[in-house]
């Protein structure tokens, strides 16, 4: 049995200010910094066969600390990446929500059918992460294998597993930063069984 552990990021400036943030390049903060050693620990708990991260400098350096104790090189792979927010990069929600009423409206009711102007889409991210996923599956194909990405490309790969519709990642799925959600593959395809969880952090 193949056992993913999916792991959003630690905290960077943005995620705490409510800052659209995608493909902008954020790094991680002292707090987040901190959060990527507790999922290091976590990880030499777990031991990993493999590490897949993301290729922007957040995911890699909450990977850091676990490829380093476990001598493992990430495998970056830009399907693991974060949602591009297009023209909204950079700019925070409250101000989306005032100055541009219709597409904020638009894509708070549906985000897999209604892009930000300019970036992705549910759909877009889907095809994707789960390309990337199943990638991952047919190269470790029993195990424990560690994924290092971001909180939409997590919500929309665990309601793509789930089977549940993409356009509610944002209000179903609950992503914590630097937190684990935990799918294992068996003979019926992909069971949930951890969400979210922030244990290791404590």
């Given at each position: 049995m193949l056992t993913i552990h999916l792991v959003r990021h630690g905290d960077t400036e943005a995620s705490g200010d409510g800052v659209f943030c995608g493909d902008l390049d954020a790094?991680?903060?002292?707090?987040g910094l901190a959060q990527a050693d507790k999922v290091g620990a976590l990880a030499v708990k777990l031991r990993p066969d493999a590490l897949y991260v993301s290729p922007k400098?957040?995911?890699l350096q909450t990977?850091?600390?676990?490829?380093?104790?476990?001598?493992?090189?990430?495998?970056v792979d830009d399907g693991l990446r974060e949602i591009a927010y297009?023209?909204?990069?950079g700019r925070k929600e409250s101000e989306i929500r005032e100055h541009e009423p219709d597409a904020f409206r638009a894509w708070?009711?549906?985000?897999?059918?209604?892009?930000?102007p300019g970036g992705e889409g549910g759909f877009a991210i889907a095809a994707r992460a789960m390309a990337t996923l199943e990638r991952i599956t047919?190269?470790?194909?029993?195990?424990?294998?560690?994924?290092?990405?971001?909180?939409?490309?997590?919500?929309?790969?665990?309601?793509a597993l789930l089977g549940m519709h993409i356009g509610r990642f944002r209000d179903r799925v609950a992503c914590p930063t630097a937190s684990r959600t935990t799918f294992e593959?068996?003979?019926r395809g992909a069971m949930l069984v951890r969400i979210g969880d922030t244990e290791h952090l404590r």
């Open positions: 790094p991680l903060t002292t707090s400098r957040r995911a990977a850091d600390p676990a490829a380093r104790a476990l001598k493992l090189e990430p495998r297009g023209a909204w990069e708070v009711r549906d985000p897999a059918l209604h892009p930000p047919k190269e470790c194909p029993g195990g424990n294998v560690l994924v290092v990405s971001h909180k939409a490309t997590i919500r929309v790969m665990t309601c593959f068996g003979d």
